[in-house]
Every structure is written in C-alpha cells, then in structure tokens.
C-alpha cells in the first residue's frame, strides 16, 4: 500500500525526503472518485518524473451554494486501490479542516480568464481552484504538475497563475480520454441516467462538427456556434449552457477561426452539467 499523506507537514516531510534524493517530483491533483482519465495523468507523470504524487481532496471552496458537493462521487478505497495498481508513489489525502482551518481571506484572483465560458455560470469557481492549486504547489512543491485537456479553461488559468506568479513547476496538459462513442472520461458521468448517458455524446458529435466544418473551410465563427447550438438544442433532454468558439489564449471572442481557436461546449442533463473541447486547426 502506497503511503497516505494525510496533514501538511507529514506531506512536507515526504516531499523534503524525496527531494534529498535528488529525484524529480510530479504532481497529479485531483478531486477523487478516479476514472481512466486521472489514470492516464499518473501515467504520464511516472513517464516524466522519478516520482508521482497524487492529491486527492474534494476541494468545498470550489462548490457554489446549490451545487453538487454533497452527491460529488466519493470512493477512497476504490481511489487508494486504484492508485496503489498504478504505482503512485504517494496520495495526499487531507481533510477540508487541514487545508482551510479559518476562513480565507486571501485568494488567488483570477481576472477575466475566470470569468468567461464555465467562470459565467459559476462565479468564484476558477478564483477558488486557482487558490487551492496554488495551496498545493506551495505545500508539495512539484518539479511537474499535470492537468487533463477536458478542463481547458482550468488548464489555461493554471499556466497563467504559473507564468504570473513565477512558480517554479512545469505545466503538462494532457489529451482528454474519451469512451469508445467519444464521451469524454469525468467522475460527474456517474450521475447520469442510461438515456442521459445516451444523449450525452452529442457534446462530442457537436464539436466533431465544428471541427469538420472547420477544416472543410468554414471560418465564421457565429456559423460554427449556431451549428453546434441546433444539435445540441435538437437532442431530448439537452439543456444547453454554452457552444462557443473562442481564443485559445485569451477565451476571448473571435469573428473567424485563424490559425487555431478552441470550441467548448457545456450541457446540462437533468442535474448533471458536463463540458468538452476540441482544438480547431486551419491554414490559410
């Protein structure tokens, strides 16, 4: 069994004693309930680095009121096993009391990166992940942090903390596992009905579109959208939160694709909200 890390200090500890060894350090945070997604970062962090460590904290700041923090999946033998059979080298697993023993009066703020696509539905979301993400980078001091592509805006906020706070760990954003019908892999997938579970690869089928019309010579982005917006609206049971084309860099608007743009969507089914993305590359 790999060695649960449970406070602060015995995590710095472990880190100290790997760090007198010389050995390279990767990080893989996480909110828990694993799945085949988190398993491909670890993967790729033993790949890269001599040592793999993994946070597993249900993070409640990142929750609004009326979201879904209490029905979150939550599975700690099934996570330790599952670490344990990939061979993580540690699990940081603390409590919310140990990460937050008062009320937080500094945050990280995140600007308008946070505020866009996901950050307009859910305010306060990405300041909240930005803060923790820091707390942990701080508290474990990795070499390497890796990050899934499904959560692109997420990513993108993390590299820009990184760059503008001068953290001294390396970003890795790695592709997003899908199923075999293109659903992409997220521990929220197990709130879903077999016929929401059915309709929900429209989120997939939708970007598909968008990046075959795309590389087919559609640049007008209010053409890509609208497009992505009637199968979404046309599929039973879809509620539809956003599809939109955006700057990779900046999630800002964009009036045609050049070069490359990033279209995300989000889809609520019943109480289940889910996101996807896909990189759209054109010449010319």
């Not at 999630?251 to 989000?266: F, H, K, P, Q």
């Given at each position: 069994?790999?060695?649960?890390?449970?406070?602060?200090p015995?995590?710095?500890?472990?880190v100290?004693?790997?760090?007198?060894?010389?050995?390279?350090?990767?990080?893989?945070?996480t909110?828990g309930?694993l799945?085949e997604?988190?398993?491909?970062?670890?993967?790729r962090?033993?790949?890269?680095?001599?040592?793999?460590?993994?946070?597993?904290?249900?993070?409640?700041t990142?929750?609004?009121?009326?979201?879904?923090?209490?029905?979150?999946p939550?599975?700690?033998?099934?996570?330790?096993?599952?670490?344990?059979?990939?061979?993580?080298?540690?699990?940081f697993?603390?409590?919310?009391?140990?990460?937050?023993p008062?009320t937080?009066l500094?945050?990280?703020?995140?600007?308008?990166?946070?505020?866009?696509?996901c950050g307009?539905?859910?305010?306060?979301?990405?300041?909240?992940?930005?803060?923790?993400?820091a707390?942990?980078?701080?508290?474990?001091?990795?070499?390497?942090?890796?990050?899934?592509?499904?959560?692109?805006?997420?990513?993108?906020?993390?590299?820009?903390?990184?760059?503008?706070?001068?953290?001294?760990v390396?970003i890795?954003?790695?592709?997003?596992?899908?199923?075999?019908?293109?659903?992409?892999?997220?521990?929220r997938?197990?709130?879903?009905?077999?016929?929401?579970?059915?309709?929900a690869?429209?989120?997939?089928?939708?970007?598909?579109?968008?990046e075959?019309?795309?590389?087919?010579?559609?640049?007008?982005?209010?053409?890509?959208?609208?497009?992505?917006?009637?199968?979404?609206?046309?599929t039973?049971?879809?509620?539809?939160?956003?599809?939109?084309v955006?700057?990779?860099?900046?999630?800002a608007?964009?009036?045609?694709v050049?070069?490359?743009?990033?279209?995300?969507v989000?889809v609520?089914?019943?109480?289940?909200?889910?996101?996807?993305?896909?990189w759209?590359?054109v010449?010319?």
């Amino acid at each position: 069994m790999i060695p649960v890390l449970r406070t602060i200090p015995e995590a710095r500890r472990w880190v100290q004693a790997t760090r007198s060894t010389g050995k390279t350090l990767g990080l893989v945070p996480t909110l828990g309930y694993l799945h085949e997604g988190h398993l491909s970062l670890i993967r790729r962090s033993r790949q890269r680095c001599e040592r793999t460590l993994v946070s597993v904290f249900l993070n409640p700041t990142q929750f609004a009121p009326g979201e879904d923090f209490e029905r979150y999946p939550r599975d700690w033998e099934r996570d330790l096993a599952l670490l344990t059979a990939e061979n993580a080298d540690a699990v940081f697993h603390p409590e919310a009391a140990e990460m937050y023993p008062q009320t937080g009066l500094v945050s990280v703020c995140v600007g308008a990166l946070g505020e866009r696509l996901c950050g307009a539905s859910r305010p306060g979301h990405f300041q909240a992940v930005a803060t923790v993400v820091a707390k942990l980078f701080h508290i474990l001091q990795p070499d390497r942090a890796f990050f899934g592509q499904k959560d692109a805006q997420q990513a993108l906020i993390i590299r820009q903390m990184v760059r503008d706070l001068n953290f001294p760990v390396e970003i890795e954003v790695c592709p997003t596992v899908r199923e075999p019908d293109g659903l992409a892999r997220s521990s929220r997938n197990a709130y879903l009905s077999a016929e929401e579970r059915a309709h929900a690869t429209v989120l997939y089928r939708a970007l598909s579109l968008a990046e075959t019309l795309a590389r087919n010579g559609t640049r007008d982005v209010a053409v890509l959208e609208q497009r992505m917006r009637e199968l979404i609206q046309a599929t039973p049971g879809a509620a539809l939160d956003y599809a939109r084309v955006v700057d990779p860099e900046t999630l800002a608007d964009l009036r045609e694709v050049r070069g490359r743009a990033l279209a995300a969507v989000a889809v609520r089914f019943g109480k289940t909200r889910l996101i996807d993305n896909q990189w759209l590359v054109v010449s010319g």
